[in-house]
């Protein structure tokens, strides 16, 4: 279970043909007020849409009242704002709310990603209102994206949950997997959370391992992703099958079996994840692509 070190890909580009262009706004706790704005707009944890997009104005244009706003940074010259309805709040007509997880096609990739930052932003905010270490209320810093605790001092950093996804392959095979949490015949490529204390290539070993009973060798980094389901970080590998016999772990494991690549199952639709790229990066370097 302790191959030697990997080497991570530098071709990124290339090894995940599906991976969206990288966010063009970048963090900050301020920006000009008198700039062009779009607005992220969460309601009941839900993303606000006017006409089937992000507000170009703010909340308060439209009588709605903010109960959290965060500046996110800019999107090229336009700047970007993360906001919170108070839960009672009566959208006007023309606004809907949808489903972050579903308005990647509405989006497109860049909005999706500053919306995704803006939904992770608004949940760590909401989420840390009172100190981890001593009960007392805190208070957004004045210096960076953190709540500061008046009392001890301690600080809260947005929060984010490393997590790897990997794609197993044995030949033209590779190993899918369905969830209990998965829609009917859905299957797809193996994930977990990294454990505190391992590496991101330890983890995909181990949770491999414990979900199929499968040993991986010549694990390789392919590409990252943001996941605000509610704040993951997915890291993406490809590894080989070095031996084992498939057994799904019971209770978190429905099905899972090596599929040729002209026999897949019904996977995700789309290229909204990273799961869908691996598996498209599969398809492609066989030809199928």
């Given at each position: 279970?302790?191959?030697?070190?990997?080497?991570?890909?530098?071709?990124?580009?290339?090894?995940?043909?599906?991976?969206?262009?990288?966010?063009?706004?970048?963090?900050?706790?301020?920006?000009?007020?008198?700039?062009?704005?779009?607005?992220?707009?969460?309601?009941?944890?839900?993303?606000?849409?006017?006409?089937?997009?992000p507000l170009s104005e703010s909340p308060e244009a439209y009588g709605l009242v903010?109960?959290?706003?965060?500046?996110?940074?800019?999107?090229?010259?336009?700047?970007?704002?993360?906001?919170?309805?108070?839960?009672?709040?009566?959208?006007?007509?023309?606004?809907?709310?949808?489903?972050?997880?579903?308005?990647?096609?509405?989006?497109?990739?860049?909005?999706?990603?500053?919306?995704?930052?803006?939904?992770?932003?608004?949940?760590?905010?909401?989420?840390?209102?009172?100190?981890?270490?001593?009960?007392?209320?805190?208070?957004?810093?004045?210096?960076?994206?953190?709540?500061?605790?008046?009392?001890c001092r301690h600080l809260a950093f947005p929060r984010l949950?490393?997590?790897?996804?990997?794609?197993?392959?044995?030949?033209?095979?590779?190993?899918?997997?369905?969830?209990?949490?998965?829609?009917?015949?859905?299957?797809?490529?193996?994930?977990?959370?990294?454990?505190?204390?391992?590496?991101?290539?330890?983890?995909?070993?181990?949770?491999?391992?414990?979900?199929?009973?499968?040993?991986?060798?010549?694990?390789?980094?392919?590409?990252?992703?943001?996941?605000?389901?509610?704040?993951?970080?997915?890291?993406?590998?490809?590894?080989?099958?070095?031996?084992?016999?498939?057994?799904?772990?019971?209770?978190?494991?429905?099905?899972?079996?090596?599929?040729?690549?002209?026999?897949?199952?019904?996977?995700?639709?789309?290229?909204?994840?990273?799961?869908?790229?691996?598996?498209?990066?599969?398809?492609?370097?066989?030809?199928?692509?």
């Open positions: 279970m302790a191959p030697p070190p990997t080497t991570a890909r530098t071709d990124t580009n290339e090894a995940s043909p599906g991976a969206r262009p990288v966010g063009a706004s970048a963090p900050a706790i301020e920006v000009d007020p008198d700039r062009p704005r779009l607005c992220f707009v969460f309601s009941k944890r839900k993303l606000v849409l006017r006409d089937g997009r903010p109960s959290r706003v965060h500046a996110l940074g800019y999107h090229g010259p336009t700047a970007c704002w993360a906001v919170e309805l108070e839960p009672a709040a009566d959208l006007p007509e023309s606004f809907e709310r949808v489903d972050l997880l579903f308005a990647f096609d509405r989006l497109g990739p860049e909005l999706f990603d500053l919306a995704g930052r803006a939904s992770q932003i608004l949940e760590w905010d909401r989420t840390h209102r009172f100190c981890g270490v001593c009960g007392t209320p805190t208070q957004p810093s004045e210096k960076e994206r953190a709540r500061v605790c008046p009392a949950s490393p997590a790897v996804i990997v794609a197993v392959e044995r030949g033209e095979e590779i190993l899918l997997a369905r969830s209990p949490h998965f829609p009917r015949g859905i299957y797809s490529v193996l994930a977990g959370f990294v454990e505190p204390g391992e590496s991101a290539e330890e983890c995909v070993r181990r949770e491999v391992h414990e979900e199929t009973g499968v040993h991986v060798t010549d694990v390789r980094y392919f590409a990252s992703q943001p996941w605000p389901f509610p704040h993951s970080l997915m890291l993406g590998f490809t590894a080989r099958y070095a031996g084992g016999t498939v057994r799904p772990a019971a209770g978190e494991i429905e099905d899972a079996a090596f599929f040729h690549v002209d026999a897949l199952p019904k996977t995700f639709a789309g290229r909204t994840s990273i799961s869908q790229w691996l598996l498209e990066d599969f398809r492609r370097r066989l030809g199928r692509g």
